[in-house]
């Protein structure tokens, strides 16, 4: 009985270790956050990614702070129909670097945490939602494409210690510059 109690308080610690107590970067300074980033790497263990893992290229995004402390991040992406972009806006909360915003696609609102920066290198950040299952994705984002390969395993540590397979680690190839395409759409979600 003793052995069991000590296995099940085991296992509901780490459940909650995993993603109960992130916290965002301390001191977090969104004026130094803002700016051009790249997402170089992604965690994300949905089965229905699962078969477009391989076709993920790096992404190139644009943190603009508001004057309320919200966030818009414009995120571009190149398709096979060009350069498309998207608009995100994320809502400040009462800690610097946690933010929410409403996913249309899941029509849910989830947790954004910017869990480490350096802030002109690389930024680690989680989104998460408990919905019918529990939803997280790890991303790493640059201040360029390429990155150095402690910061490359740094991600790798991260994502794996929030229970992410090792096969569903991605880190994209690189992409031609978008949006330098002629032909660029924009879509809001």
Not at 3 to 20: F, N, P, Q, R
Not at 82 to 94: D, F, I, N, Q, V
Request: proline share 4%; glycine share 6%; aromatic share 12%.
């Amino acid at each position: 009985m003793r052995i069991t109690l000590v296995s099940v308080a085991t296992a509901l610690y780490c459940l909650i270790g995993v993603h109960g107590d992130l916290q965002p970067q301390k001191d977090f300074d969104l004026q130094r956050f803002a700016g051009k980033w790249y997402r170089v790497g992604l965690a994300y263990d949905s089965t229905g990614f699962a078969p477009y893992r391989d076709k993920l290229r790096v992404s190139m995004g644009t943190v603009t702070p508001q004057t309320n402390g919200n966030v818009n991040l414009t995120m571009w992406s190149q398709s096979a129909s060009g350069c498309r972009s998207k608009l995100y806006t994320y809502e400040k909360t009462a800690t610097p670097g946690a933010f929410t915003y409403f996913s249309t696609r899941h029509n849910k609102v989830k947790d954004i945490t910017v869990v480490e920066t350096n802030y002109n290198q690389y930024a680690l950040v989680m989104k998460h939602k408990n919905m019918d299952r529990e939803y997280t994705q790890v991303a790493l984002y640059g201040r360029s494409q390429k990155m150095k390969p402690d910061v490359l395993q740094k991600f790798r540590d991260f994502a794996s210690s929030q229970g992410f397979p090792r096969d569903s680690i991605v880190t994209p190839t690189l992409t031609e510059n978008c949006p330098a395409s002629k032909h660029q759409t924009r879509q809001t979600s």
